[in-house]
């Protein structure tokens, strides 16, 4: 089964067409990385999924129900307001610059959307929260401000604040790009974790050798395009695209 199906997606901004007829399926479970050099779209794509940023055309599917279609006039329909509420339900976003709320304790952070989006008690969301905090390695956090963690902790908050809200699919936007090499470590070692309970996952990401090795599948964008996709041995050993050769012999030098 699909959670997500994105087809023939375009995207401009002003002339400059950033997305062209870019189509990427995700299966329940499945862990897809996105490569690419920088401008190729990556981000934009990821920032359309999440509604961040409205598509020209094409389609945008979430389990049975389409957040966007192409209509008659050639221009994307987004859904009713109903479906969409639906829809934001279905994701959990984690940034590359972890867009915690400043002035919320980590606690607050990871429980605000649980009691004022999904209606559950406050009693609930803070149990739930200070087990995933738990397991985060983060208990002792939960009343500290984002300004008392590390870049490291900071994220794995981030992670925590998305996972809390158990959705269908978890994205992944350069989750490591403001990171140190030690704390890159620490941020991938959690994600990898999630692979192991089956999370399925989006992840946006220059970390070439956690791709190969965690990835269920690859896409290669670049120009806007997809240039190649397949398993991570097909991209990384066996790719059939002198663009995906040349962009990862830079990575293997």
Same mark, same amino acid.
């Given at each position: 089964? =699909?959670?997500?199906?994105? =087809? =023939?997606?375009?995207? @401009?901004?002003?002339?400059?067409?950033?997305?062209?007829?870019?189509?990427?399926?995700?299966?329940?479970?499945?862990?897809?990385?996105?490569?690419? +050099?920088?401008?190729?779209?990556?981000?934009?794509? #990821?920032?359309? &999924?999440?509604?961040?940023? !409205?598509?020209?055309?094409?389609?945008?599917?979430?389990? *049975?129900?389409?957040?966007?279609?192409?209509?008659?006039?050639?221009? &994307?329909?987004?859904?009713? &307001?109903?479906? %969409?509420?639906?829809?934001?339900?279905?994701?959990?976003?984690?940034?590359?610059?972890?867009?915690?709320?400043?002035?919320?304790?980590?606690?607050?952070?990871?429980?605000?959307? %649980?009691?004022?989006?999904?209606?559950? !008690?406050?009693?609930?969301?803070?149990?739930?929260?200070?087990?995933?905090?738990?397991?985060?390695?983060?208990? *002792?956090?939960?009343? =500290?401000?984002?300004?008392?963690?590390?870049?490291?902790?900071?994220?794995?908050? @981030?992670?925590?604040?998305?996972? &809390? #809200?158990?959705?269908?699919?978890?994205?992944? *936007?350069? +989750?490591? @790009?403001?990171? *140190?090499?030690?704390? !890159?470590?620490?941020?991938?070692?959690?994600?990898?974790?999630?692979?192991?309970?089956? %999370?399925?996952?989006?992840?946006?990401?220059?970390?070439?050798?956690?791709?190969?090795?965690?990835?269920?599948?690859?896409?290669? %964008?670049?120009?806007?395009?997809?240039?190649?996709?397949?398993?991570?041995?097909?991209?990384?050993?066996?790719? @059939?695209?002198?663009?995906?050769?040349?962009?990862?012999?830079?990575?293997?030098?």
């Amino acid at each position: 089964m =699909n959670v997500l199906e994105l =087809n =023939n997606i375009r995207k @401009s901004f002003g002339d400059l067409e950033v997305l062209r007829n870019i189509t990427v399926t995700v299966a329940k479970s499945e862990v897809v990385a996105i490569i690419g +050099p920088s401008g190729s779209g990556k981000s934009t794509l #990821l920032r359309c &999924a999440t509604m961040l940023e !409205t598509i020209d055309s094409g389609e945008i599917k979430y389990l *049975d129900d389409y957040a966007a279609r192409t209509g008659p006039d050639g221009h &994307a329909v987004y859904s009713d &307001a109903q479906t %969409m509420r639906r829809i934001r339900g279905c994701y959990g976003l984690v940034f590359q610059n972890f867009n915690l709320f400043p002035h919320y304790s980590v606690m607050k952070n990871v429980t605000d959307a %649980m009691i004022s989006v999904q209606k559950r !008690t406050r009693d609930e969301a803070c149990t739930e929260a200070l087990e995933l905090l738990k397991k985060m390695g983060l208990s *002792d956090k939960a009343d =500290n401000y984002p300004y008392q963690l590390s870049g490291g902790q900071q994220q794995r908050a @981030s992670i925590v604040r998305a996972l &809390a #809200l158990k959705p269908e699919v978890l994205f992944f *936007d350069e +989750p490591t @790009s403001a990171l *140190d090499p030690e704390l !890159t470590g620490e941020v991938l070692k959690v994600i990898r974790g999630l692979t192991e309970e089956n %999370m399925t996952m989006v992840i946006v990401t220059h970390e070439m050798q956690f791709a190969q090795h965690v990835a269920d599948k690859v896409y290669f %964008m670049d120009e806007g395009v997809v240039i190649e996709q397949g398993t991570p041995d097909d991209v990384f050993n066996r790719s @059939s695209q002198d663009r995906t050769r040349r962009f990862l012999e830079r990575y293997n030098q």
